[in-house]
Protein backbone atom coordinates (compact mmCIF):
# COMPACT_ATOMS: atom_id res chain seq x y z
CA UNK A 1 0.00 0.00 0.00
CA UNK A 2 1.34 3.34 -0.57
CA UNK A 3 0.68 6.63 0.89
CA UNK A 4 -0.80 9.20 -1.80
CA UNK A 5 -1.32 13.18 -0.99
CA UNK A 6 -3.60 15.22 -1.74
CA UNK A 7 -2.52 16.01 -5.02
CA UNK A 8 -2.07 12.43 -6.35
CA UNK A 9 -5.33 12.16 -5.66
CA UNK A 10 -6.27 15.40 -7.53
CA UNK A 11 -4.33 13.86 -10.16
CA UNK A 12 -5.96 11.21 -10.50
CA UNK A 13 -9.88 12.96 -10.80
CA UNK A 14 -10.22 13.08 -14.60
CA UNK A 15 -11.43 16.48 -15.76
CA UNK A 16 -14.35 15.99 -18.86
CA UNK A 17 -15.02 19.04 -20.66
CA UNK A 18 -18.49 20.19 -21.85
CA UNK A 19 -20.12 17.75 -19.90
CA UNK A 20 -23.10 17.53 -19.33
CA UNK A 21 -23.11 21.00 -20.85
CA UNK A 22 -20.88 23.62 -23.21
CA UNK A 23 -18.39 25.31 -20.82
CA UNK A 24 -19.14 22.82 -17.65
CA UNK A 25 -15.97 20.95 -16.83
CA UNK A 26 -16.93 17.62 -15.08
CA UNK A 27 -14.87 16.07 -12.46
CA UNK A 28 -15.24 12.54 -12.58
CA UNK A 29 -14.35 10.37 -9.42
CA UNK A 30 -14.40 6.99 -11.55
CA UNK A 31 -11.17 7.35 -12.19
CA UNK A 32 -10.03 7.61 -8.89
CA UNK A 33 -12.46 4.78 -7.42
CA UNK A 34 -11.08 2.22 -9.81
CA UNK A 35 -7.45 2.61 -8.30
CA UNK A 36 -7.63 0.73 -4.93
CA UNK A 37 -4.75 3.12 -3.42
CA UNK A 38 -6.56 6.35 -4.45
CA UNK A 39 -9.76 5.27 -3.42
CA UNK A 40 -8.62 4.01 0.10
CA UNK A 41 -6.98 7.71 0.46
CA UNK A 42 -10.36 9.43 0.15
CA UNK A 43 -12.28 7.63 2.63
CA UNK A 44 -9.48 7.94 5.05
CA UNK A 45 -8.76 11.67 4.36
CA UNK A 46 -12.72 11.83 5.25
CA UNK A 47 -12.67 10.47 7.87
CA UNK A 48 -9.49 11.20 9.38
CA UNK A 49 -11.39 14.99 9.32
CA UNK A 50 -13.25 13.61 11.77
CA UNK A 51 -11.35 11.82 14.94
CA UNK A 52 -12.47 11.94 18.36
CA UNK A 53 -16.30 13.19 17.24
CA UNK A 54 -19.02 10.67 17.79
CA UNK A 55 -20.88 9.71 14.83
CA UNK A 56 -23.80 7.40 15.12
CA UNK A 57 -24.72 7.75 11.42
CA UNK A 58 -23.54 8.44 8.14
CA UNK A 59 -25.90 9.85 6.22
CA UNK A 60 -25.04 9.87 2.38
CA UNK A 61 -26.77 11.25 -0.42
CA UNK A 62 -27.83 9.93 -3.26
CA UNK A 63 -25.64 8.20 -5.62
CA UNK A 64 -21.90 9.12 -5.35
CA UNK A 65 -22.45 9.75 -1.58
CA UNK A 66 -22.83 6.00 -1.02
CA UNK A 67 -19.62 5.48 -2.70
CA UNK A 68 -18.07 7.07 0.28
CA UNK A 69 -20.61 7.06 2.65
CA UNK A 70 -20.70 3.22 3.47
CA UNK A 71 -16.61 2.52 3.83
CA UNK A 72 -16.49 5.65 6.03
CA UNK A 73 -19.28 3.71 7.93
CA UNK A 74 -17.82 0.69 8.22
CA UNK A 75 -14.26 2.59 9.09
CA UNK A 76 -16.20 4.81 11.93
CA UNK A 77 -17.88 1.87 12.95
CA UNK A 78 -21.09 3.50 12.74
CA UNK A 79 -24.62 3.14 10.68
CA UNK A 80 -25.48 4.15 7.25
CA UNK A 81 -28.79 6.27 6.18
CA UNK A 82 -29.66 6.66 2.35
CA UNK A 83 -30.55 10.18 1.89
CA UNK A 84 -32.38 9.82 -1.43
CA UNK A 85 -34.79 11.41 -4.38
CA UNK A 86 -38.24 10.84 -3.75
CA UNK A 87 -39.98 7.81 -4.20
CA UNK A 88 -37.05 5.49 -3.77
CA UNK A 89 -37.54 4.79 -0.13
CA UNK A 90 -40.00 2.11 0.99
CA UNK A 91 -41.52 2.99 4.61
CA UNK A 92 -42.59 7.09 5.80
CA UNK A 93 -40.21 9.65 4.65
CA UNK A 94 -39.59 13.03 5.71
CA UNK A 95 -38.77 15.37 2.01
CA UNK A 96 -37.09 18.63 1.90
CA UNK A 97 -37.20 20.51 -1.55
CA UNK A 98 -34.37 22.60 -2.59
CA UNK A 99 -33.92 24.63 -5.38
CA UNK A 100 -32.35 24.03 -8.77
CA UNK A 101 -31.15 26.36 -11.20
CA UNK A 102 -34.38 25.97 -13.68
CA UNK A 103 -36.61 24.52 -11.10
CA UNK A 104 -36.87 22.55 -7.67
CA UNK A 105 -35.84 19.10 -6.50
CA UNK A 106 -36.20 16.91 -3.49
CA UNK A 107 -34.93 14.47 -1.65
CA UNK A 108 -35.96 12.24 1.47
CA UNK A 109 -35.19 9.85 4.18
CA UNK A 110 -36.96 6.94 6.44
CA UNK A 111 -39.27 9.25 8.96
CA UNK A 112 -37.80 6.83 11.54
CA UNK A 113 -34.24 6.57 10.07
CA UNK A 114 -32.36 8.68 13.13
CA UNK A 115 -32.90 9.01 16.91
CA UNK A 116 -33.36 12.27 18.70
CA UNK A 117 -30.01 13.60 18.73
CA UNK A 118 -28.03 10.68 17.48
CA UNK A 119 -24.65 12.37 16.02
CA UNK A 120 -24.79 12.34 11.91
CA UNK A 121 -22.50 13.33 9.20
CA UNK A 122 -23.51 13.99 5.54
CA UNK A 123 -21.63 12.51 2.79
CA UNK A 124 -21.95 13.58 -0.83
CA UNK A 125 -18.48 13.23 -3.45
CA UNK A 126 -19.41 16.93 -4.82
CA UNK A 127 -20.28 20.29 -3.36
CA UNK A 128 -20.81 22.54 -5.77
CA UNK A 129 -24.01 25.78 -5.29
CA UNK A 130 -24.94 23.80 -1.76
CA UNK A 131 -28.30 23.36 -2.63
CA UNK A 132 -28.95 19.36 -2.07
CA UNK A 133 -26.47 19.91 0.49
CA UNK A 134 -28.29 22.26 2.02
CA UNK A 135 -31.74 20.34 2.08
CA UNK A 136 -29.97 17.21 3.54
CA UNK A 137 -28.76 19.07 6.46
CA UNK A 138 -32.52 20.28 6.81
CA UNK A 139 -33.44 16.69 6.44
CA UNK A 140 -31.08 15.57 9.08
CA UNK A 141 -32.12 18.43 11.55
CA UNK A 142 -36.54 17.68 10.81
CA UNK A 143 -35.45 13.96 11.57
CA UNK A 144 -33.90 14.94 14.83
CA UNK A 145 -30.43 14.66 14.48
CA UNK A 146 -27.40 16.51 15.48
CA UNK A 147 -25.87 17.31 12.77
CA UNK A 148 -21.88 17.37 12.91
CA UNK A 149 -21.01 17.95 9.41
CA UNK A 150 -20.52 17.45 6.10
CA UNK A 151 -17.80 16.01 3.98
CA UNK A 152 -16.98 16.24 0.21
CA UNK A 153 -14.62 14.35 -2.02
CA UNK A 154 -14.67 17.41 -4.12
CA UNK A 155 -15.69 21.30 -3.33
CA UNK A 156 -16.21 23.53 -6.48
CA UNK A 157 -14.94 26.34 -4.65
CA UNK A 158 -15.93 29.42 -7.41
CA UNK A 159 -19.49 28.49 -6.68
CA UNK A 160 -19.59 29.17 -2.90
CA UNK A 161 -21.68 26.17 -1.99
CA UNK A 162 -20.01 26.12 1.26
CA UNK A 163 -21.44 29.83 2.28
CA UNK A 164 -24.95 28.11 2.25
CA UNK A 165 -24.04 25.13 4.95
CA UNK A 166 -23.27 27.36 7.45
CA UNK A 167 -25.25 26.09 10.09
CA UNK A 168 -24.14 23.11 8.95
CA UNK A 169 -21.53 21.78 11.30
CA UNK A 170 -17.66 21.04 10.36
CA UNK A 171 -17.49 21.06 6.64
CA UNK A 172 -14.77 19.19 4.88
CA UNK A 173 -13.50 18.59 1.49
CA UNK A 174 -10.35 16.88 0.08
CA UNK A 175 -10.12 18.60 -3.37
CA UNK A 176 -10.84 22.33 -4.46
CA UNK A 177 -11.36 23.14 -8.02
Do not use: W
Request: hydrophobic residues 40%.
Amino acid sequence: MTTLTIEDVKNKIRAVPDFPKPGIIFRDITTGIKDPDTMRAMVDYLCDQYNGVKIDYIAGIESRGFIFGMPMAYKLNCGFIPIRKPNKLPAQTIKESYDLEYGSDSIEIHADAIEPGANVLIVDDLLATGGTAKAACNLVKKAGGNLIGAAFLIELAELHGRDKLNNCGKIVSMLQY
